[in-house]
């Protein structure tokens, strides 16, 4: 009996040098302002601002706004975006979230629902379900995705997860993992993942490290 074997690309380094954040807050308001240093010579600046909506004994709905500008030496327009959170007393939550481009015709509108399976002291395992559906592309491009997968967080800093995801070509297996340490006045992030893509048998590999400083709040 032959054996079928996978073969395994090798991993790609993505090294996240550092993540710093600023957060202020008026009340139930939050703002955030944050910058990435994806790789040398990528930086990302964001800003997030959420307010909360509705909230009573059942459950909270909170509005929020964001954007993104990536400087490099390729340019480039910034994105930009709205959501929708609502999060049950049981742990039940979900969102939806709208993304207009300001490249071009074409629109995001993705959602996601999380349900809580298991839930200790020591570490919670959930389930979710999310899908994605882009506005403005020509009918014959694969313009939606559908999608379901678990994920696991221990206190101790190891997380996890796997998911499947459907699109116009097939699906999309992956599952990652990851241990989160302290680290002098940040904190370090390590995450490895493995994928399989639609129409091929060969497991994708990547690797990649983050650094996160967190700056005071202000109030």
Not at 78 to 92: A, E, F, M, N, R
Not at 158 to 182: L, P
Not at 192 to 214: E, L, M, N
């Amino acid at each position: 009996m032959s054996k079928k074997e996978t073969p395994i690309n090798k991993a790609a380094l993505a090294l996240h040098i550092f993540t710093t954040t600023i957060a202020m807050s008026n009340g139930n308001k939050n703002w955030n302002v944050a910058v990435h240093e994806i790789n040398p010579g990528n930086t990302v600046v964001s800003g997030h601002y959420s307010v909360p909506l509705h909230q009573n004994g059942v459950g909270t709905m909170v509005g929020s706004v964001h954007a993104s500008k990536s400087f490099t030496g390729h340019g480039g327009l910034p994105s930009v975006g709205g959501s929708l959170y609502y999060t049950h007393v049981t742990g039940i939550s979900g969102s939806i979230n709208a993304n207009p481009s300001l490249r071009g015709p074409q629109s995001l509108l993705s959602a996601n629902a999380n349900v809580p399976l298991f839930k200790a002291p020591y570490g919670h395992l959930d389930a979710n379900v999310h899908g994605s559906q882009t506005f403005g592309l020509p009918d014959t491009a694969h313009s939606h995705t559908y999608g379901a997968g678990m994920t696991y967080a221990h206190h101790n800093g190891v997380f996890g997860g796997v998911d499947v995801t459907r699109g116009g070509q097939g699906n999309t297996y992956s599952a990652t993992a990851g241990v989160g340490h302290q680290l002098g006045p940040g904190r370090f992030i390590l995450t490895g993942g493995a994928f399989v893509r639609p129409g091929s048998d060969k497991v994708d590999g990547q690797v990649w490290g983050r650094y996160q400083i967190p700056l005071p709040q202000f109030h």
